[in-house]
């Protein structure tokens, strides 16, 4: 159908969009669909959606139709077209008639490049509907959020199945259906429904390298809450909570604490929903309290941090949720608060009446979810393989990983509790075995069982620390349960060799409370962060569109570590587009220009190397990145306590900057270290088997080694391990 070479491609994607490179599989996904092919594509939430069908559309003759589900979702996406000068339009219910008429007119002589609809418009008058859309000759169908057309989807809905007649009337037209989150299952369910012949099928990988996991107790959660948020008072962020009450209780106590919020849930008129969304989405308020009725497919780049007060249902719910932070590849939280009285609530919300298969698959699904939440290992691991992608025991940056960790001896406390578990005649769950265990009077325990051996023989622990031992029982598969609404406890091969001694439990656990470690040190200028920031607010206001329709804040982030003093620099920083550049430039410039002048700093956009396209897994150093810039100043001669003074940054980030480049053999270790040094660092890192985490080694080390210099040790044995 139509062919382009990923240079000519790549010409157009930074003239619309302001974007170098494209991301995960966007370039083949394009080229696909420019091709005529049906395709399928999951992505990351945050992970460009989007430009896969936007960027066609500029190319391809004609319009192209998107379904998109949610009134604020078109909005938001329309918003930031014609941010970028591509003119675009909605039709949904919140519009009168006489304007979706003017809209609908605008599309027929050819003015219009994208139309956003809302599913309901195809059953609501089908072939009305239909005989317009053949008035207009359309190029491309999009179907966004594709994941609600599936019954085995997270979020199923019935308005999505009338779809499949696009392709009964437009059989030679290509259709690209996108979603975040899909298991095989619900991507099968979606070609068939969707009715794609032969569809290309691309999945990227489901990691979010950016955001950081947390899951922590669920005590005083709203005091946690409060505090977290108060050392992140000018970021934004959304708290989820399952139920209605919970959400304006919660904005509640946050608005008396002096935080600017708001609650949200389907239960507000549309027109007071709609109000809130656009003032969050203008930054008016820092935080939304909201059910799951929030946010889908909103595309608000600089949430940076995202809070679940109640456990989610499910895994690909939580997965979605907590992708709406750090869209634009920032430094983001992802904070679950958990308890098992939730999970307990939730296992009588999510079994479904008289419908035993669908019950089952909703109760897995939570069993999952409490597993996730109950985990002692490393969390982004499980996420990613639960999508079915294998993923390393560490990534250095959830709350498993990023605890002190320690070794403990659990057998003979675990012995115990199997014990409790067949002298109950295997019966029972995990709470009453507990009570047995810690000597209970509950009348709920049967009176034999209080003639047991086992009965109060845990008095030594909490009930918290035996749920922990339960915990990981399960999850080492030294016990199994049921799958029934309340489990009963079941003893396999495994609980039979430990209970006679015929095996140890040893296990690694977090040592200290559980904390959210705080953001990274910013390696960008915060000054004139700030002063752009305003800039951007004040254009965005003038403009009445949300700020991050502007320029995201990656964009502020390079502009403040570069300095581009020209209309032709401006053009190389990533975000501004041809458009953005012509409208806004001046602007931009006027207060670099400024701030540069009174400080006396000049442009480094000779350090801003060109982008490469950027690869799915890599651990090389981004071109273009701030380390970059280190090194190029480090090879110029300056020191690094120097480059450290002038970036206004630590000496430790210094050096982990120029242990990427001794991984990639830019640098050599000699020229950081002596032999003796990078001796005792090679022992001291065999010593403690640990070959990723840097606290465990310097723990053993004194404190003449630096977190720096055990990075580069540890870069350098990846090429000389």
């Known amino acids: 159908m ?126 009305s509907f239909i005989d317009f859309l053949k008035r207009l000759n359309p190029s491309l169908f999009a179907i966004d959020e594709a994941h609600c057309i599936s019954q085995w989807g997270h979020d199923f809905r019935p308005e999505y199945l009338k779809l499949s007649i696009l392709k009964n009337h437009f059989p030679n037209l290509p259709l690209i259906a ?15 429904r969707l ?62 604490a002096g935080i600017k919020a708001a609650h949200y849930h389907a239960g507000l008129d549309s027109a007071e929903r709609s109000r809130v969304q656009q003032a969050f989405q ?88 409490q ?27 959830c709350d498993y990983c990023l605890s002190t960790l320690e070794e403990k001896d659990i057998t003979i406390d675990a012995q115990k509790f199997l014990s409790a578990v067949a002298r109950t005649n295997e019966n029972y769950g995990t709470n009453y075995i507990i009570d047995v265990l810690r000597g209970s009077a509950s009348e709920k325990i049967n009176e034999l069982h209080k003639e047991l051996k086992t009965y109060g023989i845990g008095k030594h622990l909490k009930k918290e620390e035996w749920q922990w031992i339960a915990q990981q029982l399960l999850q080492h598969q030294y016990l199994s349960k049921t799958e029934d609404q309340f489990p009963i406890l079941k003893l396999n091969e495994k609980s039979w060799k430990l209970l006679k001694g015929e095996t140890e439990l040893k ?15 910013p390696e960008y200028d915060t000054e004139i962060f700030k002063l752009l920031k305003d800039l951007r607010q004040t254009i965005a206001l003038e403009s009445a569109v949300p700020a991050y329709n502007i320029v995201s804040d990656d964009t502020l982030v390079a502009l403040s570590t570069y300095y581009p003093q020209s209309f032709e620099e401006l053009r190389q920083i990533t975000g501004f587009g041809d458009y953005k550049v012509s409208k806004y430039g001046a602007a931009f410039l006027n207060v670099i220009s400024n701030y540069t002048q009174k400080k006396k700093i000049s442009s480094r956009m000779n350090l801003a190397k060109p982008k490469k396209e950027k ?10 990145s701030s380390a970059y810039v280190t090194l190029a100043m480090y090879k110029e001669g ?84």
């Not at 989007?50 to 139709?65: D, N, R, W, Y």
């Not at 095989?184 to 979606?190: A, E, G, L, M, V």
């Not at 489901?206 to 970021?235: A, G, S, T």
Request: neutral net charge; hydrophobic residues 40%; proline residues 3%.
């Open 282 to 369: 203008k930054d008016e308020y820092n935080v939304i309290v909201a059910t799951i009725a929030f946010g889908m497919g909103i595309d608000k780049s600089n949430v940076r941090y995202v809070i679940h007060h109640d456990v989610p249902k499910n895994i690909e719910g939580y997965y979605q949720e907590t992708g709406r932070a750090g869209r634009d590849g920032l430094r983001s939280d992802a904070i679950l608060f958990y308890s098992f009285g939730d999970i307990m609530k939730l296992k009588r919300f999510v079994t479904i009446e008289g419908n035993t298969a669908q019950s089952a698959i909703t109760l897995k699904k939570l069993q999952q979810m």
């Open 2 to 127: 139509n062919t382009y070479s990923q240079e000519k491609l790549q010409l157009a994607l930074k003239h619309f969009f302001g974007f170098d490179e494209f991301r995960l599989k966007q370039l083949s996904i394009i080229q696909n669909v420019l091709a005529g092919n049906n395709v399928l594509a999951i992505m990351p939430t945050g992970g460009g959606k989007s430009i896969c069908f936007q960027l066609p559309a500029m190319l391809l003759p004609g319009i192209t139709i998107v379904v998109s589900p949610l009134i604020a979702l078109m909005k938001d996406q329309v918003d930031a077209l014609l941010a970028n000068g591509i003119y675009a339009a909605f039709l949904n219910s919140s519009q009168s008639t006489d304007e979706q008429r003017r809209i609908m007119q605008h599309a027929i002589k050819g003015e219009i490049k994208l139309l956003y609809i809302a599913p309901e418009r195809i059953p609501a008058n089908t072939q």
């Open 615 to 624: 690869k799915e897994k890599t651990t090389q150093p981004v071109i273009g």
């Open 195 to 256: 009715a794609l012949n032969e569809p290309k099928v691309f999945i990227s990988s489901f990691n979010r390298p950016n955001i950081h996991y947390f899951v922590l107790p669920k005590k005083n959660v709203l005091v946690q809450i409060e505090d977290y948020i108060k050392k992140h008072i000018d970021d934004c962020g959304i708290i989820y909570a399952l139920s209605r009450v919970s959400t304006q209780e919660i904005a509640a106590y946050l608005i008396k």
């Open 371 to 397: 597993d996730f939440c109950e985990l002692e290992a490393c969390r982004r691991q499980y996420l990613m393989e639960y999508f079915g992608e294998p993923f390393q025991a560490y990534c250095g940056s």
């Open 638 to 721: 300056t020191g690094i306590p120097e480059i450290a003074k002038e970036r206004n940054l630590s000496q430790s980030t210094i050096e982990s900057h120029l242990a990427q480049f001794i991984a990639s053999n830019e640098l050599k270790i000699n020229d950081f270290m002596t032999e003796d040094k990078l001796l005792k660092i090679l022992e001291t890192i065999k010593l403690s088997g640990q070959t990723i985490a840097l606290k465990p080694i310097k723990d053993l080390l004194s404190d003449d080694y630096s977190y720096g210099e055990i990075r580069m040790v540890l870069e350098w044995l990846k090429k000389n391990g």
């Open 507 to 521: 296990l690694i656990s977090k040592k200290e409370k559980q904390t959210i470690v705080a953001l990274d040190e």
């Open 178 to 192: 996108l979603t975040a989150s899909a298991d095989t299952i619900t991507q099968n369910d979606i070609v068939e």
